[in-house]
């Protein structure tokens, strides 16, 4: 196949899974928001984690929150943090506890009750991001996950889940990133109009 022919075709993918999951995840795209929301209005905070391009969105994504989401929406900064930002942290949490609790670790000192852990994984099977969503579970912070494929396991670990049904990761990390802004937009309209942000 010509790589224009693929390139089209790469596209065209990313396309059609943006398009199922618009038809298939609004309602458990409103119940994250609804949850990230009380958890804002109530001194909350939002977490995220993941591992390489999900670590990567977990920072975008809490950046945003912290900074700006979008230009000409001017408002206060909202408590978000990326667990995958201090490399001393990951470091020494890998080193003496083990790289499946580089994300648990942290969360038991910095979550609280109400608080909102996202966790992100294509595969749906990072050992490390489960056992912060259950851990956070366990600490009454509400779970929200970004997966792949079925989902399995993490998905039992989540109270809301927005599965993006593929097995292809490039093609999962451009739906997640595009389910996180859509997220934050509708969040930030909320907390803008409230006058919580």
Known sequence: ???????????????????????????????VVEACERSLTQGGKLMFCGNGGSAADSQHLATEMLVRLRPGKNRRSIAALALTLDPALLTAGGNDFGYDSVFERPLRGLGREGDVLFGITTSGRSKNVI???????????????????DGKPAIDACD?????????TARIQECHIAIGHAVLELLEDRLIASGHA
């Not at 809301?160 to 292809?168: G, I, K, Q, R, S």
């Open 160 to 168: 809301h889940a927005l599965v993006v049904p593929d097995t292809e």
């Open 131 to 149: 056992l912060a969503l259950q851990a956070a579970r366990e600490m009454g912070i509400v779970t929200v996950g970004f997966l792949g494929g």
């Open 1 to 31: 196949m010509m790589e224009s022919a693929r390139f089209a075709a790469m596209m065209e993918k990313s396309a059609a899974l943006k398009l199922r999951i618009a038809r298939e995840l609004g309602d458990a795209v409103v119940g």
